[in-house]
């Protein structure tokens, strides 16, 4: 009796870990379609026959082929899609959008066993493609890697299942924690550098991956900062800036119509134009909140916050974040404008050549 449980064991087990292996290999493509699956998830897919993949996709820019599809598509000899199993990171979908549900697909070619990532968070389908699947006889196993897959679509699921966007913090301060000098020493050196090149590049690769850059009024009057992809090659962000009290010069590079912008205002006289959208918030009361619900309506999944001390801190107060990328410097100021304080949780580091990079993650 011990011996055949242990052959249970050791056999349920072996499944599980074949079952990894191959919803690590769905994640890996997946990630081929970071930044440009926006609004939806990023999805990689695998069929498995007799111990071979023969069948592989990924979801490459909405609008177009799922990853199901492509798999099954990538698969030469048809007739053995009825004796396969096809891995998913996230649930195939079950309704019509730009493209037909995906459980369609794998019931009309009959693949027995599905093996699924995790379960997809947005209301039209949660659970549905799952459940169409097992009424039509599939055999469906789900929650494979489930923390991995659900870390790949973490902007996907924050939007769904906390109705605002997922939000990185970032910015660069001086090694003694100055985000920038005085005035007076500001002006005598002007461009005051914080970080190297290198550093300087990959904020620009990060614009690229989200959907939104965020800064205060201030940081726009002091900079007069363009926030798009200059260094990278990419989509620029929507541009958005607050603006309580309509400060912000019309000259400004935001003002531009170069990129979608939101310009957050207490105003009800703004004129909004074609890539230029005033909105009117409370700044009173609420202010994080009501800045993200404006977001969420504009169906922005992520949003990177570059604004000053103030903006920064405010978020961090509020204790609505998801992660911080801060730059520490070699530079020293002794006086100036005071980096944000956060409570170090989670953390790693690296280094870009002289620049020290810490990554921060709230709550895992």
């Given at each position: 009796m011990i011996r055949l449980d242990l052959k249970l064991k050791n056999s349920y087990f072996c499944r599980v870990n074949i079952h990894e292996k191959y919803i690590k290999r769905c994640i890996e493509l997946a990630k081929n379609g970071f930044?440009?699956?926006?609004?939806?998830?990023?999805?990689?897919?695998?069929?498995?026959?007799?111990?071979?993949?023969?069948?592989?996709?990924?979801?490459?820019?909405?609008?177009?082929?799922?990853?199901e599809v492509n798999a099954v598509r990538s698969v030469k000899d048809k007739s053995l899609?009825?004796?396969?199993t096809i891995y998913v990171s996230l649930e195939p979908c079950s309704h019509f959008g730009k493209t037909p549900p995906c459980c369609d697909l794998i019931i009309a070619n009959e693949i027995p066993n599905v093996v699924v990532g995790t379960v997809d968070p947005n209301e039209k389908v949660a659970g549905r493609g799952i459940k169409k699947l097992v009424e039509a006889g599939t055999n469906v196993?789900?929650?494979?890697?489930?923390?991995?897959?659900?870390?790949l679509n973490k902007r996907f699921f924050t939007f769904h299942q906390k109705k605002r966007p997922y939000i990185i913090l970032k910015w660069a301060q001086s090694l003694?924690?100055?985000?920038?000098?005085?005035?007076?020493?500001d002006q005598e050196r002007k461009p005051v550098w914080i970080t190297n090149t290198y550093s300087r590049q990959l904020v620009h690769k990060w614009r690229s991956e989200e959907q939104a850059i965020l800064v205060g009024t201030q940081t726009v009057i002091d900079d007069n900062p363009k926030?798009?992809?200059?260094?990278?090659?990419?989509?620029?962000?929507?541009?958005?800036?607050?603006?309580?009290?309509?400060?912000?010069?019309?000259?400004?590079?935001?003002?531009?119509?170069?990129?979608?912008?939101?310009?957050?205002s207490k105003s009800?006289?703004?004129?909004?134009?074609?890539?230029?959208?005033?909105?009117?918030?409370?700044?009173?009361?609420?202010?994080i909140e009501n800045i993200l619900s404006v977001l969420h309506q504009h169906q922005i999944q992520s949003v990177i916050i570059e604004g000053g001390r103030q903006t920064l801190q405010s978020f961090i107060d509020k204790d609505i974040w998801d992660e911080a990328r801060i730059f520490v410097g070699?530079?020293?100021?002794?006086?100036?404008?005071?980096?944000?304080?956060?409570?170090?949780?989670?953390?790693?580091?690296?280094?870009?050549?002289?620049?020290?990079?810490?990554?921060?993650?709230?709550?895992?």
């Open positions: 930044g440009t699956t926006y609004p939806n998830p990023m999805v990689g897919s695998v069929i498995v026959y007799d111990g071979k993949i023969i069948g592989e996709g990924w979801h490459k820019k909405a609008g177009e082929p799922h990853a899609l009825k004796k396969a196993t789900v929650g494979i890697l489930e923390d991995e897959c659900n870390d003694d924690g100055f985000l920038a000098p005085e005035k007076e020493i926030l798009n992809v200059r260094d990278w090659s990419g989509n620029n962000p929507v541009r958005v800036a607050l603006d309580q009290n309509n400060r912000i010069s019309k000259d400004s590079f935001v003002f531009d119509e170069s990129v979608k912008t939101i310009i957050l009800e006289n703004n004129i909004s134009k074609e890539n230029i959208i005033f909105e009117k918030i409370d700044f009173d009361k609420n202010l070699k530079n020293t100021f002794k006086k100036g404008t005071k980096a944000p304080e956060i409570q170090k949780q989670k953390t790693s580091k690296t280094y870009i050549q002289n620049d020290e990079l810490i990554y921060v993650r709230n709550h895992d």
